[in-house]
C-alpha cells in the first residue's frame, strides 16, 4: 500500500522536533434519547431562533446581490440585528453551560452546540431554497405578461442563473460569516466561562466553528477545495493524489520517524507485550501520528527550512546565544532531509508535477471554469494526450457561452512550469501538504460533529415536547423569560397499588338485590379516598372498578418533597382506616364490607410516560410489581381461612430456586387481605428519608416467635408527624401442593403494619 516510500534514507526521529498534537473531544454518548430512543430531543431558545431567521435572509440576500428582489437593510439596521443575535446566542450558551454545571455533564453544552449548528445550517439551506424559489415564479410571471416585462424577465432570468451557478459559493460564504459571529462571542464571552467550570483540557479547540466544511454541498469539490484549502485532489482511481492516498502517505512518514522510539519501547517490554497489546499499541500510535498532522503548525515545524530560515535570520539582527544557534542549525539540517526525502518520493510518482501545476494555474483556471473543472485544467498543463480534447470541448462550448476561450494563457503556464527551479517545487509541495494537513483536521471534525447532529431531534411540535418533557429527556436551551415555571423533573417514584377483594362477588351480589354496585364503591371506596390524597402529595395513576393506582413522585432539587416511601406507607395506612369506617356503615346498612390488599414498589428512576390526547399516561415496571404485591392467592387464603393470622400479610414461595432465578418477574405466593407490602428497595429509600431504626419485638398473645421491625416518624404535606411500623420477615419455601412449609429462605418481605398491639408495644418503647 505504501509503496510510494521505497527509500531506507534515515529519517530524523519525531522527539527531535517540538510537535503538539490535537484532539477534538466531542461527543453525546451519555446523554439521554429522546422519545425516538435514538435521537436526543432539543428545543431551543425560540427568541435566539427568531433572531437567526431574521438575520439568515439578509445574508444571502447581499450575496445574492439581486437588490431589486430582494432589498438588503441599511448599515444600522443590519448593526442591531447582527448584535442581537450574538447577544441571544450568547444567552442561549451560558444556559446551556449552566445547565452543564448543575448537572456536572459537560456533553450538555457539547449538544448545545451541535444543536445551533445544525439548526443554523438547516436555516441556511432553507432560506436560500425559498428565496430561489421565489426568483423563479417571478420569471414565470414575466414570461406571462405582456411583452413591456420581457426585459425585466431576461433580467431576473440572468440574476437567477448567477445565483443557482454560484450556489456552493454562496452557501459558504453565508455559513462563513454567520459561523464568525458565533466563534466571536465564544471567543470574547463563553470561552473564559467555560474554562473556569470544565478545565480547558476538557473543551474543543476554540476555531471549531471556523470549519468551511459545513457549510459545502460537496466538500470534494475543485473551487471548493482551491478557495478554501488552497489544494486539489485527484478523483479518479488510478490519480495518486486522490486525498485517501496523500493523508496516509503522510502518516506513513511520521510513523516511520517514530518507529525506532517504538521498537526500542517494544524491546523493554518483550515479555509483557502480546499480540493484543502490541495491536492496541499501533491503534495508539496511528491516533497521536494522525493528531500531529492535525496540529497544522507541525508541518512547518516539520518540513519549511525556507520559513525558518527567515525567521532565524530575523532574529539573527539581535545577538542569538551559542545554544538557540545550535539548536537552529540541527533543526534546519532535520528539516531538511525530511523535505528532501519527501520531495523525492512525490516526484518519483509524479506528484511535484501535479502539485507545480495547480498552483501554476491559479491566476487563470477561473477563465474557463465554467464551462471546464479545474481538475481538467490540471490535466491539460500536466498529460499533453488530454490537450487536444479539452481545446475540442472549449471550441464546441465557445457558442454556448458566447465568448471564446484561448487556451495561448495556458501554454504560457506550461512553458512557466519548464522554468521552475527545485526550490520553487519544494515551496510548492510544502504549501500542499499545509493544505492537505488543515483539510484533514477540518473533514475529521466535520464527521465528528455530524454524528452528532445526526443524534439530535429539533423540535417545536408542541405533542412531541409534552412527551418528551413528561419523560425528563427533552434538553431545553431557553432564555431566562422563556423558561416557565415548570415542574422539576421527576427523579423516582412510588407506586401505590389498592385492589378490592371479592368486587366480583360483591357486584353480583348487588345486582341480585336490586342494588348499585357503582354507586357502592365510589361512596365507601374511591371517594374518600381521592380526600386524602393532597395531604401525601399522591396522584392518581390508573382507577378501575376493583382497584386504584396511585403514585407519588420526587422531582429535582425539592428535597422538602422527598418522603415518597414514608408518605405512600402513610396514604396505605390511611385507605384501610378510611375503609374500615365505611364497613362499620355497610354492616350496619347490611351492605358488603370491603377488604384490601395494598401493594407499594418504589423505583430510583423517573416513570415515563405517553399522552392519550390531554391525558398523560403512566408507564412503569413498578406498577406491575406493585399488582402482584397487593394480590391474594385463593388457594392460600383457603389454606389459612381457619387459621389465625396476627398479621394481615404472608409471603410463600412454591416455586424452586431455578425458576425463580431465571426470571425477574414476582413469582411468589401471597395472602393479602388489608394488608400493606412494601419492596426491599423501598425499605432502603425509607431508612434514607427518615431516622429509622430496628427494634426486637416480643409480643406473645400476637406471635410466639419474636419479631423484627423498622419504625420512625415522617411528615405529611401538611407538617404533621405520623409514626410508621415495618415487620419484617422470612418468605418460606412451601409445597405447591399441601402449601406446608419446607424451610424459610434468605429472601424476606415487608409488612406495613396496621396491627393496635404492634403499635401500642412499639409506641411504649419509644418514649
Not at 464546441?396 to 457561452?401: F, G, I, S, V
Not at 419474636?706 to 410508621?724: A, I, N, Q, S, W
Not at 422470612?730 to 406495613?752: F, G, Q
Request: aromatic share 10%; charged share 25%; hydrophobic share 35%.
Amino acid at each position: 500500500m505504501f509503496s510510494f516510500f521505497k527509500s531506507k534514507a534515515r529519517l530524523p526521529g519525531l522527539d527531535e522536533y517540538n510537535l503538539s498534537g490535537y484532539e477534538l473531544k466531542f461527543t453525546l454518548t451519555r446523554l439521554l434519547p429522546g422519545v425516538d430512543n435514538v435521537r436526543h430531543d432539543v428545543y431551543i431558545s425560540p427568541s435566539f431562533c427568531s433572531a437567526a431567521e431574521k438575520i439568515i435572509p439578509q445574508l444571502i440576500a447581499r450575496h445574492f446581490k439581486t437588490y431589486n428582489i430582494f432589498p438588503i437593510e441599511k448599515p444600522t439596521v443590519w448593526s442591531k440585528r447582527v448584535t442581537d443575535f450574538q447577544r441571544l446566542y450568547q444567552l442561549v450558551m451560558e444556559a446551556a453551560v449552566n445547565k452543564s454545571k448543575q448537572q456536572n455533564e459537560l456533553q450538555i453544552d457539547f449538544l448545545a452546540q451541535a444543536s445551533v449548528v445544525k439548526y443554523l445550517i438547516h436555516e441556511i439551506r432553507s432560506h436560500f431554497s425559498a428565496m430561489s424559489s421565489r426568483i423563479k415564479n417571478l420569471i414565470r410571471k414575466y414570461e406571462l405578461t405582456d411583452h413591456q416585462d420581457i426585459g425585466e424577465a431576461v433580467k431576473t432570468k440572468e440574476s437567477l442563473s448567477n445565483v443557482l451557478q454560484n450556489k456552493e459559493l454562496i452557501l459558504r460564504n453565508v455559513g462563513n460569516e454567520l459561523f464568525k459571529y458565533l466563534t466571536e462571542v465564544h471567543l470574547s464571552k463563553l470561552k473564559q466561562m467555560r474554562e473556569a467550570n470544565f478545565g480547558s483540557n476538557a473543551l474543543p479547540p476554540d476555531t471549531i466553528l471556523d470549519n468551511p466544511i459545513f457549510h459545502s454541498e460537496n466538500p470534494f469539490y475543485d473551487i471548493f477545495l482551491i478557495e478554501e484549502y488552497d489544494v486539489v485532489f485527484g478523483r479518479r482511481l488510478e490519480d495518486p493524489d486522490k486525498f485517501d492516498t496523500l493523508i496516509n502517505q503522510l502518516k506513513y512518514v511520521l510513523s516511520r520517524m517514530g518507529r525506532e522510539g517504538r521498537i526500542k519501547q517494544q524491546k523493554e517490554h518483550t515479555e509483557e507485550s502480546t499480540a493484543a497489546s502490541i495491536q492496541e499499541g499501533q491503534k495508539s500510535h496511528d491516533i497521536e501520528v494522525s493528531s500531529l498532522i492535525k496540529h497544522t503548525p507541525n508541518i512547518d515545524a516539520l518540513i519549511n527550512c525556507y520559513k525558518l530560515k527567515n525567521d532565524f535570520t530575523k532574529r539573527k539582527q539581535r545577538r542569538v546565544p551559542k545554544e538557540e544557534h545550535t539548536q537552529y542549525k540541527r533543526h534546519l539540517k532535520n528539516q531538511k532531509i525530511l523535505l528532501k526525502e519527501i520531495y523525492r518520493t512525490f516526484k518519483r510518482t509524479g506528484m511535484v508535477q501535479r502539485i507545480a501545476a495547480s498552483y501554476e494555474m491559479r491566476d487563470v483556471y477561473k477563465d474557463y471554469c465554467p464551462p471546464l473543472v479545474p481538475q481538467q485544467i490540471l490535466h491539460f498543463m500536466i498529460d499533453p494526450k488530454s490537450r487536444k480534447t479539452v481545446v475540442n470541448r472549449l471550441k464546441r462550448l465557445k457558442k454556448l457561452y458566447h465568448q471564446p476561450f484561448s487556451i495561448t494563457p495556458l501554454k504560457k503556464k506550461i512553458k512557466r512550469m519548464e522554468l521552475l527551479t527545485a526550490k520553487d517545487k519544494k515551496v510548492y509541495l510544502i504549501r500542499f501538504i499545509n493544505g492537505i494537513a488543515r483539510y484533514h483536521r477540518d473533514f475529521d471534525n466535520f464527521n465528528i460533529f455530524n454524528e452528532a447532529m445526526e443524534k439530535i431531534n429539533l423540535t417545536s411540535e408542541e405533542k412531541i415536547l409534552n412527551l418528551s418533557r413528561a419523560n425528563n429527556t427533552l434538553y431545553e436551551f431557553l432564555l431566562p423569560h422563556e423558561q416557565t415555571l415548570d415542574e422539576k423533573p421527576i427523579i423516582n417514584h412510588v407506586v401505590i397499588k389498592a385492589d378490592v377483594r371479592g368486587s366480583t362477588d360483591i357486584t353480583h351480589q348487588m345486582i341480585k338485590r336490586g342494588l348499585n354496585p357503582a354507586s357502592y364503591f365510589s361512596l365507601n371506596f374511591f371517594n374518600p379516598i381521592s380526600e386524602l390524597l393532597n395531604d401525601y402529595g399522591a396522584d392518581k395513576v390508573f382507577i378501575e372498578g376493583d382497584a386504584i393506582i396511585l403514585s407519588i413522585y420526587e422531582r429535582e432539587n425539592a428535597p422538602g418533597g422527598w418522603y415518597g416511601v414514608a408518605r405512600a406507607c402513610g396514604i396505605a395506612i390511611n385507605m384501610l382506616l378510611v375503609i374500615k369506617r365505611y364497613n362499620i356503615k355497610s354492616k350496619k346498612n347490611k351492605l358488603p364490607v370491603l377488604e384490601l390488599g395494598f401493594g407499594i414498589n418504589y423505583k430510583d428512576s423517573s416513570p415515563t410516560f405517553l399522552f392519550d390526547g390531554e391525558h398523560r399516561i403512566m408507564i412503569s415496571s413498578a406498577i406491575n410489581l406493585a399488582d402482584r404485591q397487593s394480590g391474594c392467592s385463593k388457594a392460600i387464603r383457603k389454606a389459612l381461612k381457619n387459621k389465625p393470622t396476627p398479621f394481615n400479610l404472608y409471603v410463600f414461595q412454591s416455586e424452586t430456586e431455578a425458576v425463580v432465578g431465571q426470571t425477574s418477574d414476582d413469582l411468589l405466593l401471597r395472602y393479602n387481605v388489608n394488608g400493606i407490602e412494601l419492596n426491599a428497595a423501598g425499605l432502603k429509600k425509607l431508612s434514607d428519608e427518615i431516622n429509622l431504626r430496628a427494634l426486637e419485638c416480643d409480643i406473645p398473645e400476637l406471635q410466639k416467635e419474636r419479631f423484627t421491625v423498622y419504625t420512625g416518624t415522617f411528615p405529611t404535606t401538611t407538617g404533621r408527624y405520623k409514626r410508621l411500623i415495618i415487620r419484617q420477615a422470612h418468605v418460606p419455601k412451601v409445597n405447591p401442593e399441601t402449601m406446608k412449609v419446607r424451610k424459610l429462605t434468605s429472601k424476606k418481605y415487608y409488612e406495613v403494619c396496621t396491627h393496635p398491639k404492634v403499635y401500642q408495644y412499639v409506641n411504649d418503647r419509644s418514649q
